[in-house]
C-alpha cells in the first residue's frame, strides 16, 4: 500500500464527531483490557484498498490468526472513526498524519515508548520527522511504515535538446524559472513544449512555502504568511509572466504534462517514481525541490502509521504485528512493495525502495536527501481546510481572487475549520 494513498484519501474525511467521546470510549475500552490477561493470537487490521505485505507476515507469524478490515480509500477514515465510537475499533490501525496525531493527543491509541525496545526499535535510527511528531505528541503512539516526499521530477532527452544543463541540489527557484524559459517552446502563437508543468499536487504548495521561509503548521494550525506570499508571486510569474507552466486548469484534457512529454520539468511526490513515470518512453531523472532564494530547506513527508487501539484485547498479538513491520524483513518487503523509503535511516540506506523504471531514475540521492530534510507538516491538521486553501491559491493563479484574500481571509477560514475538527 502506497504513501501516496492519502491524498485520495484526505478529500473525504470529512467532519469526525465528538472528539471527546473517542477519548472516553478509550478510557473505558482501557479498563476492560485491563483485566484480559490472555492473548489468543487474534488480530485484526485495518487498511484501505490494499497493503501488500500481509502474505510475507503470514509466513513468518504462523501461530498468529490475521483478520483483514479492508476498507474502500474514500469512506476509510469515517469507517474507523465509527468502529471506534462503536467500541470495536480493529486491533492495529494504518492511520494518516493527521488522524494519528489526533487520536494520541485523546487517549485513543496506545503510547509505545516502554514496548519499543521489545520491537526493536531504536529511535536514534529514525528520521529527524519521525522524532519531531514523537516530541509534538509526547511520545511513540505509532510507527511510520515508510516515507514519501516531494522532488523534481526533469525529462532528460529535452534538457539535451536545449543544451540545459542537468537540475543539481544547488538550484534555486531562479534557476528552475531560468531553466524553464529555456525548455518552453512555440509555435504560431501556441505552446508545444512547457518549461514546467503546472504545481498539481496539493503538498507541492505547503513545500513552497516553507521553502520561503513558513513554519507552514505551528500549535495545530497552518501558520503561512512570507513563505506562502513567496510562493504565490513566483508561481504567479512562472504562469502570468514568464508564461513557461501552463495555469492550473490547462492540464485538464492531458492531467499530467510530463509523463506525456508535454513538459520538461514538475514537481511531485516520490510515489510517482514506480507509478505515473515508471513507464516513460523517455530519458528521465529527479533532483530535490530548487530552494527559495535566501529562504530555508523544506519538502512534505508523507507517511501513515502502524497503531495499536486502546481498547485492543490483543495486544500482544498487535505488537508482534508491528514488531514485524518495523524489523528489517518487514521495512524491505514494504519498500520494494511500496517504493517508500524506510522510517529508518540505516534501512533506507540500503536502497531497497529504488523501484527502477526503464529509463530513469539514477540520482537516487535526490530521494534520500529530500527524506532526512523532509518535514511532517500540512498533513498533520484536518485535511478538508488544507484542500480548500489549494482551491483558493489556484484561484488566485487563474486571478481570479487576490493574493490578499488568499493570505488572510483564505488561511484564516481553514484554521477556523481546522479548529472546529479537532
Not at 485513543?108 to 529514525?126: E, F, N, P, S, W
Not at 510562493?231 to 486548469?249: C, D, G, R
Amino acid at each position: 500500500m502506497n504513501v501516496r494513498f492519502s491524498r485520495a484519501v484526505k478529500k473525504a474525511i470529512a467532519a469526525v464527531a465528538a472528539v471527546a467521546s473517542l477519548g472516553a470510549m478509550a478510557a473505558c475500552g482501557n479498563s476492560t483490557n485491563a483485566s484480559s490477561g490472555g492473548d489468543d493470537n487474534t488480530l485484526t487490521f485495518s487498511y484501505w484498498d490494499t497493503f501488500p505485505v500481509l502474505e510475507e507476515f503470514k509466513k513468518a507469524n504462523p501461530d498468529i490468526e490475521l483478520k483483514e478490515v479492508k476498507v474502500p480509500g474514500d469512506s476509510y477514515n469515517t469507517k474507523i472513526n465509527q468502529m471506534i465510537l462503536g467500541n470495536n475499533a480493529p486491533d492495529v490501525m494504518l492511520l494518516q498524519e493527521a488522524d494519528y496525531v489526533r487520536y494520541a493527543k485523546n487517549g485513543v491509541i496506545d503510547k509505545l515508548d516502554d514496548k519499543l525496545a521489545d520491537m526493536g526499535v531504536d529511535t536514534d535510527d529514525l528520521l529527524p520527522a519521525v522524532k519531531g511528531i514523537a516530541d509534538e505528541v509526547d511520545g511513540y503512539y505509532g510507527l511510520s511504515q515508510g516515507m514519501a516526499t516531494e522532488i523534481m521530477y526533469y525529462n532528460k532527452d529535452m534538457f539535451d535538446a536545449a543544451g540545459v544543463a542537468y537540475p543539481t541540489s544547488d538550484w534555486t527557484w531562479d534557476d528552475y524559472a531560468a531553466a524553464a524559459q529555456k525548455l518552453t517552446k512555440t509555435e504560431g502563437g501556441q505552446t508545444t513544449q512547457w518549461g514546467s508543468d503546472a504545481p498539481s499536487f496539493n503538498g507541492v504548495w505547503y513545500s513552497l512555502a516553507g521553502q520561503g521561509g513558513d513554519d507552514v503548521v505551528k500549535d495545530g494550525k497552518l501558520s503561512l504568511g512570507k513563505g506562502l506570499k513567496a510562493a504565490l508571486e513566483y508561481q504567479n510569474k512562472m504562469t502570468n509572466e514568464l508564461k513557461v507552466q501552463p495555469a492550473p486548469s490547462s492540464g485538464s484534457k492531458v492531467s499530467d504534462l510530463f509523463a506525456a512529454g508535454q513538459a520538461a520539468m514538475t514537481l511531485g511526490g516520490s510515489w510517482l517514481i514506480s507509478t505515473t513515470y515508471k513507464d516513460a518512453d523517455f530519458n528521465w531523472d529527479i533532483a530535490p525541490m530548487p530552494a527559495a532564494p535566501d529562504g530555508q530547506d523544506y519538502n512534505s513527508l508523507h507517511t501513515s502509521f502502524f497503531a495499536i487501539s486502546s481498547t485492543s484485547k490483543h495486544k500482544t498479538a498487535a505488537e508482534k504485528f508491528i514488531k514485524w513491520m518495523m524489523s528489517d524483513e518487514g521495512q524491505i518487503a514494504l519498500e520494494k512493495a511500496n517504493a517508500n523509503i524506510s522510517p529508518f535511516k540505516s534501512i533506507g540506506d540500503k536502497g531497497d525502495y529504488q523501484v527502477q523504471g526503464a529509463h530513469g531514475p539514477s540520482n537516487w540521492d535526490a530521494f534520500t536527501e529530500a527524506a532526512e530534510q523532509g518535514k511532517f507538516g500540512y498533513t498533520t491538521v484536518a485535511s478538508t481546510p488544507t484542500f480548500d486553501l489549494y482551491n483558493q491559491i489556484n484561484a488566485y493563479i487563474l486571478g481570479q481572487t487576490s493574493e490578499n484574500d488568499v493570505l488572510k481571509t483564505a488561511v484564516d477560514k481553514a484554521n477556523k475549520d481546522i479548529e472546529d475538527a479537532q
